[in-house]
């Protein structure tokens, strides 16, 4: 159900924090898609910047949902350099939060390319040392999707993202073991990268005695991958 004319200058106009504030209801009554129809995106961006850390938060959590519907409309509102300095927060939450927004923002190609051109890479792979494991998964998720293209691979590759991401392969949390797997499965999709793994082939042979089926299937096509005879 969209909104009329003058709701939509409501919300766009002084009554910030009641929308702000009620993020996570707003996917409740109305659905993530139904956000995305109405056209609220913009706004959700714009508020990103100018809100304090709390319902920054609700922000983010709203826009995760949205944007795994359809990031299109939000990815020309400079939602990639917005989430970029989120990912510098000092709050635990906000980094978290921010990278897991941008593994939505990056599933289609024009964020893959613009988390690229924005130079958000470098951020990512600092991140997966942060002292907080799910900003450490979170981070290697968004980079996965980053390194699909050549430019994110070589953009990775370049500032040494292979070794904290075969750190992260140990890691207590499935996820970010999942999300380091698969994203050194991008990264020995170049040359230079399945090079330097084929000595690591031992670390992904344990995952596949990993708890987790998810994980033990990354694992068995990151080896494919990394083995791979041109």
């Known amino acids: 159900m969209g909104l009329c004319p003058q709701d939509h200058s409501e919300a766009n106009g002084g009554d910030t924090r009641k929308m702000a504030g009620t993020g996570p209801a707003l996917v409740w009554s109305r659905g993530a898609q139904g956000i995305v129809n109405s056209g609220l995106i913009p706004s959700l961006v714009w508020k990103l910047q100018r809100e304090e850390e709390e319902i920054q938060g609700l922000l983010l959590d709203t826009l995760a949902a949205c944007l795994m519907e359809d990031a299109t409309e939000a990815l020309s509102t400079r939602v990639v350099p917005f989430l970029k300095q989120k990912l510098l927060s000092t709050d635990d939450d906000i980094r978290s939060k921010a990278a897991r927004t941008l593994i939505a923002v990056s599933i289609p190609l024009e964020g893959k390319n613009q988390v690229w051109q924005h130079d958000v890479i470098p951020i990512l792979v600092h991140l997966l040392k942060d002292k907080v494991e799910e900003v450490q998964a979170n981070a290697a998720g968004a980079l996965m999707y980053a390194a699909v293209t050549t430019q994110g691979k070589y953009a990775a590759l370049d500032i040494e993202a292979i070794h904290p991401l075969l750190n992260l392969l140990c890691s ?41 089926e998810a994980v033990r299937r990354a694992a068995q096509i990151a080896i494919k991958v990394i083995e791979w005879k041109p």
């Open 172 to 212: 207590s949390l499935t996820k970010a073991r999942l999300n380091a797997t698969k994203a050194l499965t991008m990264l020995a999709e170049a040359p230079e990268g399945r090079k330097f793994l084929q000595s690591q082939v031992p670390i992904f042979r344990t995952l596949e005695e990993d708890p987790s």
